[in-house]
């Protein structure tokens, strides 16, 4: 009898197989024969980092409340306010990096308001209180728009550990000055009894370092990071970036990258950069990239061309793979355009948003703010993706899916005392054991396959 993980592998695989360069179709069973997949073992590409299967946490709608965080007084298991079952759930997939605060959210947070005793810390208005998808009848007083601040970064971090996951900070940039980023760092990272920074983080319960490896300096400093040029992003990335001790821990900088496919940030970033050693302090170079415009080029409007998570048809699934699939070239340009500036590609590819984007209405609760549900369809773009950064593992060091409950392209559901799984959690426990692995150069050949559709020429590449 086929286990629903048997259904699972069968359609990743065919993902892999037809997907790329073609996509499955039921009418092009037939053909299966004309499909073939080349494993070429003297040819290897590098290594698949465990960070590839990164996750990404924001404070955005049911993410952390009601998410990851219920309290230490609630009746649903907790570990110390964390709930129990996200954690326990997220550890059998072996999580890399876990990145928080955001996100946009970033931008604006203010790491001292999460640390020190709950019950004293400020509530503050989250940034995304206005943002036009909340549902008509969520709540708007709650913590999901006036943060209360009890996750803070002591949290996050047992987070973390609970789950076997590495810490992933991103930084205020566009409205916190250098000092602060600094101070963060000496508050994760001193030494016990040593600077005022540690000292806190004692009086937090966390006596000895977190060992906070991975840094981002700002998120989307082209959108809402700032709304800079890149040649002004990369004079603030000098900034911050000039001197911030590890205390022992080698800190990894991550650079705010493009939006998709805009190769003009990342050479101007990189011309501006280069001079002075700065790419020397860089680890990784973040890429975003999500797959929502399922209009078949009928329009490019980021409300209208986004279709529903659960009520698709053939046109609008294959639409979404085809954009997800956009993902091979966006690597591959972005790294050669690195390369003008970088030959020695001292930096990585970081692509830490990615996945599926639908339009509101299928939230698994009001205040699940971009919540969205997750089907079959989602899983298969999982896997493609998933594929995509194995195939590239000599250029993405670390990629992290969008977002990790309640939001986006979710692993997880939770509300109150209710939790589950969805399909695209199978697919990273499958692809768990890739971590570590050798990517070899592999050989697809794989049949076109067309699709009916509302415009013309409307076919899968081959």
Partial sequence: MSTRRDFLRTAVAGTAGLAIPGVFHPSYSARAADSRIEILLNEPIGTIAPEIYSHFVEHLGGVVYDGIWVGEKSKIPNVGGLRKELIDALAKTKPGAIRWPGGCFADQYDWRDGIGPREKRPKRTNFWVDAPEWPKQARRDGPQAYDTNEFGTVEFARFCKLAGGHPYFAANLRSLPAQE?????????????????????????????LGVRFWGVGNESWG???????????????????????YGTQIAMIGSGPNGGNLEWTRGFFRKAAPGGVLGRMWGWALHHYSWNVSNGRTSDWFQAKGDALKFDTETYYELLLHANQMEKLITDHWAAMAESDPRHRVKLVVDEWGAWHAPGTEPFPEALLGQQNTMRDAVLAGLSLDTFNRHADKVAMANVAQLVNCLHSLFFAHEDKFCVTPTYHV???????????????????????YSSKATNAKLPG
């Fill in 181 to 209: 980023f600094w101070r963060w760092v000496e508050y994760c990272n001193a030494p016990a009894g040593t600077a005022t920074g540690a000292t806190q983080r004692a009086a937090d319960g966390e006596r000895e370092p």
């Fill in 428 to 450: 990273f426990d499958m692809y768990a054991a890739h971590q570590g692995g050798k990517s070899l150069r592999t050989q697809f050949t794989a049949p076109e396959v067309p």
């Fill in 224 to 246: 809402c990071g700032g709304n800079f040029q890149p040649e002004d992003y990369a004079i603030e990335y000098r900034r911050y970036s000039a001197w911030v001790p590890g």
